[in-house]
Each structure stands twice: as C-alpha cells, then as structure tokens.
C-alpha cells in the first residue's frame, strides 16, 4: 500500500476526518468516543484543509490531538527519483475542547503543548512518500529482494527504529486500512549536495538517523537500558549517485553500552555513577549482539580517557569488551586528549592505523548504472566518546574520507593515488554537511 501524498483534513462539529486523494477508506476520528476507524470517504464537505501528512495522534491531560504536517520544504533525492521532504510547519488538532477542566489541569496541558511544540518545531523531521528514509541503501536493497516485499505497506518496512512517529501511529497501524496514512518520519540530519570535482558532477549526501530507543537530553539519559539500547545511538549512512551509479557506506555511533549514568551538577564535568554492577556484561552483550546481527561485525572504538572522571567506566568498559571471547566485536580504546592534546591531531594517524583493516575489509555497498549489486558492506566501526559528539565527529570524519577515497576512484571522481584530504574543494562540502 503506498502513502497518500495529498491529503484533506475536514474538522467537523462530531468527527475530523483526513482524506487521501483516491484513497478508497478515509481516516474517521470520532470526537465524542476517541474511536480511530477507516470509514467510507465523506461527501458533500466542503470546508477541507490541503495537509501534507499525518504525523500521529497524542494523549495530553485534557485530550487527545491529531498531529498533522501543513507545510514542507523539498531537501532534494537521494535515489535520483524520490523527493526528501523536511517538516516545517504542523497543526494539533484536539478531538473536543473541555470547558469544565480545571486550571491546573489545563495549565499543565499548555505545560505539554509547549514542550511539543518546541519538539515539532525542530528543523531535523524529514520524510518521504516514496523512499524509505529509514533504511541504508543496502538494507533497502536486501529488503526490495524480499518475497514479502510487495504485499508490505510503507509503515511494515521500515526500521522502526529510525521512526520518531511510531508510537504516535500505533492507533492507525492497527487498522491496515489506514496504512495509506501512516507517513514514517525520521529524526536527524539530511544533506544533499551536488558536487563538481576533476569535470564529474555527483551528488554527495550525509544522512544520520537517530534512534528514538532510549532517547533523552544531554547528561539526563546515558548508557544502556535493560534491552540493550542506548541513549544517543546515530546510524550515519554517506552517499555518492554518479553517473547512474550508486555508492553507500554506513557506520554508528552511541553511548557506552553499560548501566552508567552522568547528571547534571554545578561541575564542569560531573561524576559518573554506575548502576547494576552484576549485570554490566549481560547489558553490554545484549547490545553487541544486536548491533552485530544487524550490521555485521563491529569494530568499537572508545575515544574516552583513561584518567580523572572518565578513568572508571573506561578500565570497566576496556575489561568487559576486551575479552577476545566475542563473535564479531573487535574493541580498541584510544584516549583521544592524551594522543591529541596540544595540537598532536597527527597521533590520529596511530588510530587510523589500527582500524584501516576493519574500514577497507568491510567495504561498502555499491550499485552500478545497471542495478547490478557489484560489493556490499559487511560490517561497521561503532565510535563512542563520553558524549557520542566532538571527539566522535573527529574520527567518524577521518573514517568517512577514507571510504570516499576509494569510493571516488572507482566513481573516476579522483584519479588513482590522489585522496580526499587533497581536494580541498571538497573537503570544505564535507565540513558544511
């Protein structure tokens, strides 16, 4: 079932209906009972609203809200085909308006209005009707090679992990009728750039996922849950189209997979406390596991220090993941301010230096003019620092031109034995992506 991508939102005195232009089911919302229903497309309305999605439905203190898209900018395509929207304008629509409620109950639901309408109002929403903005290209691929492919909605492929909008569609997903109406939308940053290097013309794209699993702020929400997810976890996915070829690469990031935790105090840098001591192994190998079966084998690089307050979770973390009993995880630590301080960036080669088996023998997905798969990606290299930020961005960087180098050459973007550190052309587009 495809997703409609013009809709009509009709607010009557009993029901809000939403319309998809030749949709045979409409989405009914009753507002006296709350119930969510397909029915039979109304006629006969005439004060419609043109919309451009449906983002969910939403339970606050005084009552529930339809959460529409009425406004989209076009960020560009990253197949060559399908448009890439970003979410820029929205509208909650409430299923009554409550006039006994007391103050303090309507204070609090302007209170949860505010906070989700700073949320929404964020420019990182992204979506597609057409392309599936959660998946890599590779694992659009695999999924396109799939016997249930075609019977599958929009809303049943996606990774729904990479869906901010799940829980806000679950009232919608049950009822497969609706499925038309459920618009996956992801959460994190999308760029694309057409490029001109050595007379080719390309188009570059940088697009990071964020997982919604465990999510919160800075300092509030670290380490690992007790399924194994992490907070701050980003699958960072760098593409090159040319020429009718395609190239993709993947690599991730997230916060150190243990039971830890950093709250906010009046320090510069709080102190981390760990939590479950007993189980820190057991929580690690639940998210190792996971992330191998997802990616393939991981190469995790820890960048934090091996001193003052980040010393303990590093030697905890270099004991439970260093042990050479593990399928498919290799671990390396590398203190990053002890090898960089001072303006020592060139100590970063020792790192590059370690891991470049990993980064050239996992490869990456490449799909020629023809369609023809010609290699694929086979693992990752997983980086984390205390915060998944500055010293992360740092390495994934270096990362990331190494793999275009090669991607480049093959592309017959750069011309064998020249690197993208030497194009700085280029390396300024990486800079601003």
């Not at 395509?77 to 629509?93: A, H, P, Q, R």
């Not at 392309?131 to 990774?159: C, F, G, N, P």
């Not at 260093?322 to 301080?341: A, M, W």
């Not at 490449?366 to 961005?393: A, K, P, W």
Request: with cysteine; net charge neutral; glycine share 6%.
């Amino acid at each position: 079932m495809a997703l409609y991508n013009e809709l009509t939102l009709y607010k009557e005195p009993d029901k809000i209906y939403v319309v998809g232009n030749g949709a045979p089911k409409a989405l009914s919302i009753n507002r006296t009972t709350f119930e969510v229903s397909a029915s039979p497309c109304p006629t006969g309305l005439t004060t419609g609203q043109s919309i451009e999605g449906v983002v969910g439905i939403i339970s606050l203190p005084l009552t529930q809200y339809l959460i529409v898209i009425t406004e989209k900018v076009d960020l560009g395509s990253i197949d060559g085909v399908s448009s890439i929207w970003k979410m820029t304008k929205f509208e909650l629509v409430p299923f009554h308006e409550s006039r006994n409620a007391t103050a303090d109950l309507v204070q609090l639901n302007n209170k949860y209005l505010d906070l989700l309408h700073k949320t929404l109002s964020l420019p990182t929403f992204f979506f597609s009707y057409t392309y599936d903005v959660s998946l890599s290209v590779q694992a659009a691929h695999d999924q396109r090679q799939s016997d249930h492919h075609k019977a599958m909605s929009a809303i049943e492929r996606t990774d729904e992990r990479f869906v901010w909008n799940k829980y806000l569609l679950k009232d919608l997903e049950c009822d497969r009728d609706l499925h038309g109406y459920c618009l996956p939308i992801a959460y994190g940053v999308l760029s694309i750039t057409t490029c001109s290097l050595n007379g080719k013309t390309f188009e570059y794209v940088l697009v990071s996922r964020r997982n919604w699993h465990r999510m919160g702020v800075r300092y509030f929400v670290r380490g690992a849950d007790d399924t194994g997810d992490v907070a701050n976890f980003v699958e960072t996915e760098q593409i090159v189209r040319c020429d009718g070829n395609i190239a993709s690469h993947v690599n991730t990031r997230g916060s150190i997979p243990l039971y830890w935790s950093q709250r906010s105090d009046i320090t510069y840098k709080p102190y981390i406390t760990f939590h479950s001591q007993n189980k820190q192994k057991e929580v690690f190998m639940k998210h190792m596991e996971r992330q191998v079966a997802l990616y393939g084998p991981n190469t995790m690089v820890s960048l934090i220090d091996d001193k003052g307050k980040e010393k303990d979770i590093c030697r905890s973390l270099t004991y439970i993941a260093g042990q050479k009993s593990y399928e498919g995880i290799r671990y390396i630590h590398f203190d990053f301010h002890k090898e960089c301080g001072k303006n020592k960036w060139h100590n970063l080669a020792k790192l590059m230096k370690e891991i470049e088996v990993d980064i050239d023998g996992n490869g990456y997905f490449f799909r020629d003019s023809r369609g023809e798969v010609q290699s694929r990606q086979s693992g990752v290299v997983r980086t984390n620092c205390i915060d998944c930020l500055d010293r992360t961005n740092v390495v994934q960087g270096l990362i990331a031109k190494r793999v275009l180098t090669h991607q480049f050459q093959r592309l017959g973007i750069l011309p064998p034995g020249q690197e993208i550190h030497q194009t700085s052309q280029f390396e300024y587009v990486m800079s601003r992506a």
